[in-house]
């Protein structure tokens, strides 16, 4: 294993710097790869540019008053080895105010979803358990509904920032029913739409991102043909695609050597299909340097159209991750707040078992769920 780690490190010295010489010398001419871009058709993502690929953007100053929001969900699903077939989600609430009237407020709330229209929804017409992932949809839309909430309810102060932990692109959505997409879409995008109204910036917070949206850009360009069709690909005889030369590398890995502490890349447009019905709230992203790692953050595209409002995400997102160590404290202490564990989960069936039998019902349990509960050695 380390014998093939060693050679992996020496292939990858020589891939990085090409991806490094690429971003410089494609800058020069952003606007024909921009088109490229979009006249191509290829097996990945590419990030859409509107600017040169290179371009840094030094740490604004942060405002001295501000207040960072969060929310963060975790769930216990349905057993159909428990007594009931219920789950409950538990949904966090963090404000943190700096500066004037600094403070903090931190806490969770629980809800039992038990009636049928909890338990059951509709999925290309046909009404179906709602399942593991039924279940991790509704969470993430409790979650925005949070953030929207706690909006409203900081108003009155200044400089006002939402952070998400993780994408604001639904991706798992491709590939559902239409009838259960827009259950989850519509409302979604209804809440971006308040908070755009309201001038209140929401960005998704992916720490370590693993995408290549950008060294898929690079990759694009080391094309020879003027536009691509990976499915036609004129080169699949060669020993090596011309496109492999950087192959395998992550926006990461080319960041980490671009962006100095602070510092925030270009913007750039996500082409993830789901966002096709985004409309106005398109999802778009730039890599910025925390000290400790490189984070990509993801912005609508009403945010990344207004200068105020992203220099403010810039600035915001990094001082949040500076006060947490290298991770925005907000999504931490939501996070905190949020996670039910093992010891909770089989206390609140417990709880539903002691309250059947206070309520004089008959309660079964299969062998399979006792036996989770007691240990056979």
Sequence with gaps: MLGERRHFVDEFGEKIKLAQSEL???????EELSRKVDKSKTSWLLAGISSPLNITSPLPKRPSN?????????QIFPDRHEALPCYLINISSIILNYGDNSGANLSSDPVLFYKEQ?????????KIPANSEVISHRRTLMEFERLLDLVKETSGRENIISISDGTLILWRLEGTPSDFKSGVLEPFLNIMEELKNRR?????????????DVINVLRLGLCPEKVSYCNQCPYTELPKLPCAQVEGLTDN?????????????????????????????????????????????EIPKWVAEDNKLLTLAHTLVYDQAKKGKGYPVAIAEAHEQAVVKGKD??????????????????????????????PGV
Aim: glycine share 8%; charged share 25%; hydrophobic share 35%.
């Design 345 to 374: 989960r089989n206390f609140f069936f417990d709880l539903i078992k002691e309250s059947m039998v206070k309520a004089d019902f008959n309660v079964t349990i299969s062998r399979k769920g006792l036996s989770k509960r007691v």
């Design 200 to 212: 209140v910036p929401i960005v998704g917070y992916i720490s370590s991102p693993g995408s290549a």
């Design 253 to 297: 890995n080319l960041f980490s050597r671009v962006l100095k502490q602070g510092e925030r890349s270009a913007v750039f447009r996500s082409s993830s299909r789901i966002l096709e019905s985004y409309g106005d709230h398109h999802i778009y992203f730039f890599y910025i340097n925390i000290g400790e790692e490189i984070a990509r953050v």
């Design 66 to 74: 501000y207040t960072a929001i969060s929310s963060d969900g975790s």
């Design 24 to 30: 410089r010398n494609k800058s020069k001419n952003w």
């Design 118 to 126: 909890d338990r059951f929804t509709l999925w290309d017409g046909k």
